[in-house]
């Protein structure tokens, strides 16, 4: 019987948490502390599916497609439509995203994991995806997959499980209110080297005052730890630990004891080809988020850094970090 790819079902359940499963216990054997496993993963799986699948009001609209061979799942492959921050354009509309928690057996029929992304990309361009986007774990056959189709890597998740061995540094403090005008400086060049990496960080009109707005906001937030580097009239940097989020990790693991760092710049970055002055307040400021984690019995971070923005690349993986997951493009 010919293997045949549709969108997925409830009825589909039972067969999916065990595909789900087997892919990611693949992840945590990539790295325990990253991709911790929950105690209760089958269930975290199947309440995620469960509304995926149902619920007629959700956040952003995903697609699940299996292979079914004969009556048989052979793969899994999830999609969704990736809201736009609201600091960029976004002239291309949302882009789509075809996520990490997807999965095919070993003993599936050749080409289907082909299929599923085939199916995953009509979807996304059917519901108005003009950019898409595909994200992959430390995997050479999604990888593989990934750059035959015309992916190419857009965003690095460098990642470090050894967290807050040197302590705060003395000249990294915790930020203020004074000190929002300072880091929207600073986020405004971040965005202008990511806008001059890529297009794809084509700027919004208004990134100013939303990003101002979010920062203090951000300050009130207690699950995070917001510091900067020098005074507040002469601010040279800005990092933001903060806890992990689903984005980034499927509802098997969990995500209690891991952060992330997006929101991460120093003026010492500037240049995306080369570090200035080796990169010394820019390794600061790490090293404090770091502790900061540490401090909250977080073990495991992300830094999320453009895979064309070489001194930073060069900066974290001195700093004993290295590439857990990617995120590619395909305009």
Sequence with gaps: MTQTIRPATPDDMQRLIELLMLDAQERHVEGAIL?????????????????????????????WHVADDGGKITGVIH????????????????????LPDSFVAADAPNGTLESLLAAAEDALQEAGAKIK????????????AFEASGYEPLTLYL??????????????????????PGIVA????????????????????????????????????????????????????????????RLHFPPAHDITGTGVIDDYY???????????????????????????????????????CPAGWASKIELLESAGYETAMVWSIKR
């Design 79 to 98: 999609a969704m439509m990736l809201p736009v921050p609201p600091i960029y354009a976004g002239s291309f509309g949302e882009p789509g995203l075809i």
């Design 159 to 180: 990642s470090r499980s050894d967290l807050g061995d040197q302590g705060v540094p003395a000249d990294v403090r915790q930020a203020r209110e004074d000190d929002v």
């Design 266 to 304: 120093h003026s010492e970055l500037a240049n995306p080809a080369a570090l200035d002055h080796g990169g010394e307040g820019a390794r600061a400021l790490l090293r404090a988020a770091e502790a900061a984690f540490a401090n909250r019995g977080i073990g495991a971070a992300f830094v999320v």
């Design 35 to 63: 991709w911790k496993m929950a105690d209760d993963a089958p269930t975290q799986i199947e309440k995620a599916l469960r509304f995926a699948l149902s619920a007629d009001q959700q956040p952003f609209r995903q697609f």
């Design 186 to 245: 600073r986020s405004a060049e971040n965005r202008q080297v990511l806008f001059d990496i890529d297009p794809f960080w084509e700027i919004h009109p208004e990134a100013d005052p939303r990003f101002s707005a979010w920062m203090t906001r951000s300050l009130t937030l207690r699950d995070r730890d917001m510091m900067v580097l020098r005074p507040s009239e002469d601010l040279q940097g800005y990092i933001i630990a903060q806890p992990a989020s």
């Design 133 to 144: 986007l595909a994200s992959y774990v430390a995997d050479k056959v999604w990888r593989t």
